[in-house]
């Protein structure tokens, strides 16, 4: 419930911390009343969002991503720095395991990841395998460091299938992005216990 300085406010700040990080899930933790629960829920995903620069930068790359493919392309975001207690996900075997339940071979998969190392040699006896690096030359001039990250995210949402990590809300708004456009149904985690969840209803309650 707002305060009156709240409501007249023009500008509400929101909590940046779980469960309230307003660029990934969100549905379950941002309440109001019943009347009222839809129309905010639809104006923070129409709000908050990415500005028009980084939409178009990523515009660019999924073209040169199109074209390089001969049409389409997969995606899979992978964080390798932390989660250390579940570092198993980020196995190698583990993901080509993964990936080819779902993506054929040979197919042109883009890689969004902080480790971007020899650890891809093993994708790439399966797949025609695309980093940023491989890309980036869509952009002229290159851009902000800060922003290739948001490209990215923007990039992997629209590939035909896209494997994510489970405890990452970098993963987390890709997905959201991707239920929006109606492609839940190819969006999936790369650990066998979550791989699933985007492709099936939730209820929010008891979830948090």
């Known amino acids: 419930t707002l305060t009156i300085a709240e409501e007249t406010a023009p500008v509400v700040h929101f909590r940046a911390v779980e469960p309230y990080r307003l660029l990934t899930h969100f549905y379950c933790s941002l309440r109001a009343e019943p009347q009222e629960d839809r129309r905010i829920k639809r104006a923070v995903r129409d709000s908050f969002r990415y500005t028009d620069t980084i939409v178009r930068m990523a515009e660019a790359v999924i073209a040169k991503l199109t074209k390089v493919s001969g049409g389409e392309y997969h995606a899979i975001h992978v964080r390798k720095g932390d ?18 339940s779902k993506i054929p071979e040979h197919s042109t998969l883009y890689v969004a990841t902080d480790d971007p190392s020899e650890w891809l040699d093993d ?9 940023f690096q491989n890309v980036s ?5 290159p851009p902000d460091p800060k922003f290739v990250g948001p490209v990215e995210q923007l990039v992997a949402s629209r590939a ?21 456009l109606g ?26």
């Open 160 to 180: 035909k299938i896209f494997f994510g990590t489970w405890w990452s809300t970098f993963t987390g708004y890709i997905m959201r992005i991707r239920g929006h």
């Open 123 to 131: 994708l790439r006896e399966h797949y025609n395998v695309l980093i």
């Open 83 to 100: 989660f250390l207690r579940q570092q198993k996900e980020a196995s190698e075997k583990t993901l080509v395991n993964a990936l080819l």
């Open 137 to 141: 030359d869509a952009l002229n001039p």
């Open 183 to 208: 492609l839940e149904s190819s969006s999936f985690y790369t650990m066998k216990d979550y791989r699933d969840e985007m492709t099936q209803f939730h209820a929010c309650q008891g979830r948090g």
